[in-house]
C-alpha cells in the first residue's frame, strides 16, 4: 500500500516524552478522506496511553482523538464528503460494521472492538498502529468522519469530539431533559462539557464540586445549583432528590455519598476512569433499586447528532490553546488538573 | 390500646441466643386482621438483625417476615379478607401511603420508610418495637396482607414472601422473559428461587456456583445451563451473552468476574447483601454501557402478582420444615449453607 511521510509528534516509549517524529499515512482508498489536520483536543487518554499507564500501547505512540479538520482530498467513491469541507474525527476510525452493535449505531461498543483512532493495530498498514491528531494529517474512511458545523470555534470545537460525545451520550441514554434533576460530577475537561449539555438540553443541572472556588464557574457554565461534596450538610440536602448523576472524576472518590442523592431507579454513569476499582456498597444500590452504570463515547451517527446539537446551542468546549511544542508541559499541568478546561493543540505549530 | 399477650420466639441481646417469650400484640383496630400464624421462613436477614450486624435491631427481637397463616379475625372495616382466609405477610407492615413511591406501589422504597415486620417503632403500640412472625399469631393492616394460593404447599409458600418477591421483583423489572440469556449467581434461599422464576418467566438460564456438586441441583430447578463460576475458562465462553444477571450471592465474590459476562445495556442486579463493599472497575461498566444495580423485595401489589404467578406455574421454594425450638441450630447450618434452600419454622410447634 501506497504511503505518505508526515510530520507528527508522539513517543517511542512509556517513559519518554513527546517530541517530533515522521510517520506513514496510506494515501487515500476509494472511500477515505484525507484530512488537514487543524486543531486536535488533549483528553487524559492520550496521556495515560503515551505513558502506558492503562498497559497495551503500540509505540510508536501518537496520540490525539479529538481532530478537526479540513478535507484535502477524498478517495473516487466517497459521497459524503468534498474538498475544503470541516470535519472532525473523534475516538475511533473503524469498526466490524457487521456485528449487532455496529448495526445499531453502537460502534464503540463494536462487539470484536473498532479501531481506536490511535494505538490500534492498523487494519490498511499490517504491523504498524494507527497514529492520532498531534499530526499533520488523517486518513480516515468516511463512515468515521463528522460533519464539523461552521458556526462554532473551530478550536473549541475539537473537544466535543472526546469529551463531548462522552457527557453527551449518557444524557441521551438515561433520558435527561426538562422536568429532570441531574447532577454533574466533577467540573474539569468531561463535567464541564456535562453542565453545559445537560442545561441545554432543559434539565435542572446541580454541579458537585471538591472546590468552594468553582462555586461560579459552575455558573457561569449553566449549573442552577453548585454543591460542595466534602460538606455532609450540604450532600444531605439532596438525598434522594436526583434522576440521575453524570460522575465525571477520575480520581478516587466515594461513589456510595453520590448514589445516596439519587431518587429510586436513578441511574450515576461513570464517565471518568478511576484507576482503581470503586468499592460499593450492597444497600448504596439495594435501597431504591439504583444503578451504578458507565457510558463510553458514542456512536458515530449519535456523535454527528451531538455536533449538530451543540451547533443549534452555540455549545463548545472552554479550552486553552496551545502549540504542540507545549505537549509535555501540557501533561504535567493536566496532571494538576490545571486547566480550563481543554487544551487544544493549534497543529499550525507542527508545520511551523 | 388493648392488647393480647402471646408467645413469641426472640432474643433480648445481639449475643444471646432466641428463646420463648412473651410479647403483646394489639387487638385488631378496624382496619386490621389477627393472623394465626402456621409457617414461617428463616430468612439470613433474621440472623443479621437478632444478632445486630446491621446495627440499630430494637430489642426484645422476634424475627420472621416470610408468614404464611390464617385469617382468625378481622376488624369492623376490613373488606378485602374473611376469617379461615389463607393470608401471607412479607417484609413490611405499613408505610406512609402518601409519598410518590407508595402512590405507584413501591412501599418497599417509601420516602419516610416503610414499617418492617419486625424491629421497626410499632405505630400502635409507642415505646415497642413491631414483633415478626416467630410467635403464634400477628396483626396487620389488610392494605399488607397477602392473599394466599389454595393450590400450593403452605409450608413452601411461606418464603416466597421474601426470598420470592426479592428475586420476582428484578426479574420482572429488568423484563425477563422469552428470548433472554438471564444469569442467576448463587444457588441459596434467593437463587433457587431466581432460577425457578426466571425459567418460568421463559427465559434461557445459565446458573452460576462456585460448587460443581451443585450442576445436578441447578439444573433439577430449571436452569438450561451451569457454569462453575471460579474456571475462567467456562466463564470466557459466557462473555458479552446475558442479558441480565441476578446475584443473589451474600459473601464477598467479584463481581467484575460477572459484569463482563453481560451484553451491551445489560444490568446485574444485587439482591444478596453483601458486608463489605464491592470493589468495581470502571471498565467493567464504561465497555458496553453496563449497569451494577441492586433491588429491595417488592411492592404489596407486586408481591401479590408474585404469588399469583407462583400458583399459576406451580412454584414454591423447596425447604426444610424445622421447629420452632431448633431455630439457633438452623442459624448455625444458615451461616454454612447447610439448608436446600430455605428453612420454614412450623409454628405449631410453638404452640404444643
Redesign the interface.
Known amino acids: 500500500m501506497e504511503v505518505t511521510n508526515i510530520k507528527a509528534y508522539g513517543t517511542r516509549a512509556a517513559e519518554a516524552p513527546l517530541n517530533q517524529l515522521d510517520i506513514n499515512r496510506r494515501k487515500p482508498t476509494p472511500h477515505d478522506i484525507e484530512i488537514d489536520i487543524l486543531y486536535c483536543g488533549v483528553c487524559h487518554s492520550d496521556l495515560h496511553t503515551a505513558r502506558n499507564e492503562w498497559h497495551g500501547t503500540l509505540y510508536p505512540c501518537v496520540p490525539g482523538h479529538e481532530i478537526v479538520g479540513k478535507v484535502k482530498s477524498v478517495g473516487d467513491h466517497v459521497t459524503r464528503f468534498k474538498l475544503g469541507d470541516l470535519v472532525g474525527v473523534g475516538c475511533m476510525v473503524d469498526s466490524c460494521r457487521e456485528c449487532q ?1 455496529c448495526q445499531e449505531g ?1 460502534e464503540q ?1 463494536c ?1 470484536p472492538g473498532n479501531t481506536g483512532t490511535y494505538s490500534s493495530p492498523d487494519k490498511h498498514l499490517p504491523g504498524n498502529p494507527t497514529f492520532g491528531g498531534y499530526s499533520e494529517s488523517i486518513v480516515v474512511d468516511e463512515n468515521y468522519v463528522l460533519r464539523v458545523p461552521e458556526n462554532l470555534d473551530l478550536a473549541a470545537t475539537a473537544p466535543l469530539l472526546c469529551a463531548g460525545i462522552t457527557t453527551y451520550s ?1 444524557l441521551r ?1 438515561w433520558n435527561v431533559g426538562p422536568g429532570k434533576k441531574v447532577g454533574i460530577v466533577g467540573i474539569g475537561g468531561l463535567g464541564h462539557m456535562g453542565i453545559k449539555l445537560a442545561k441545554a438540553m432543559g434539565a435542572h443541572v446541580v454541579a458537585f464540586t471538591t472546590s468552594q472556588s468553582k462555586f461560579e464557574e459552575a455558573k457561569r457554565l449553566g449549573a442552577d445549583e453548585v454543591v460542595l461534596s466534602k460538606d455532609p450538610e450540604q450532600m444531605a440536602a439532596y438525598r ?1 432528590k436526583l434522576h440521575f448523576m453524570l460522575d465525571a472524576v477520575s480520581a478516587e472518590h466515594d461513589v ?1 455519598a453520590y448514589l445516596a442523592l439519587l431518587r ?1 431507579d436513578g ?1 450515576l454513569a ?5 484507576e ?21 463515547i458514542g456512536g458515530i451517527a449519535e456523535t454527528q447528532e451531538m455536533l449538530d446539537f451543540c451547533s443549534k446551542h452555540n455549545i463548545t468546549s472552554d479550552i486553552e490553546l496551545i502549540n504542540i511544542q507545549q505537549i509535555n508541559e501540557a501533561y504535567e499541568r493536566l496532571l494538576k488538573g490545571d486547566v480550563k478546561y481543554r487544551f487544544v493543540i493549534d497543529m499550525a505549530s507542527l508545520k511551523g
Open positions: 452493535y453502537l461498543y462487539e449518557p441514554h434522594g456510595n429510586v441511574s461513570l464517565v471518568g476512569a478511576p482503581h476499582p470503586l468499592p460499593i456498597a450492597a444497600f448504596s444500590v439495594i435501597m431504591g433499586r439504583k444503578s451504578f452504570a458507565g457510558s463510553a
